[in-house]
């Protein structure tokens, strides 16, 4: 399984950031397949922005309240990351990556431990500014 990242690489403040994780080599609606959004701020440990289930449950971590939504289009083999309002805090590495398990992940990931995750994508760098 291959996973590719694709977005802008700069956005300006309030503005709407929108991410693609294109996979290859196995279905987005893979039994026990759970994908992820986790970025990576400069200095910061990785964070975990939110998954999709391959019936198209979403989960987001609640310090983004709102402003992050995830989808997906089975018919490309896609999920996607739309931030809204972003600050110069969203600044950061964004990666898409995959999770194999039989058990469901729970709601809201509060660490990300590397080796817990099957396939990661290179990662793409957003930058937010004027």
């Known amino acids: 399984v291959q996973l590719q990242e694709s977005g802008p690489g700069l956005v300006e403040p309030s503005q709407t950031l929108s991410l693609t994780c294109t996979v290859s080599g196995g279905s987005i609606t893979t039994d026990f397949y759970y994908w992820h959004w986790i970025r990576q701020a400069p200095g910061k440990a990785m964070e975990w922005v939110g998954y999709?289930?391959?019936?198209?449950?979403?989960f987001v971590n609640p310090s983004l309240k709102s402003r992050a939504a995830l989808s997906r289009d089975t018919s490309k083999n896609q999920f996607t990351l739309q931030l809204t309002s972003v600050t110069p805090e969203d600044t950061a590495k964004y990666y898409c990556?995959?999770?194999?398990?039989?058990?469901?992940?729970?709601?809201?990931?509060?660490?990300?431990?590397?080796?817990?995750?099957?396939?990661w994508g290179q990662g793409t760098q957003v930058n937010v500014s004027s």
């Open positions: 999709i289930t391959k019936s198209g449950s979403t």
């Open positions: 990556a995959s999770r194999i398990t039989p058990f469901t992940p729970p709601a809201v990931i509060t660490s990300i431990r590397v080796h817990e995750y099957d396939y």
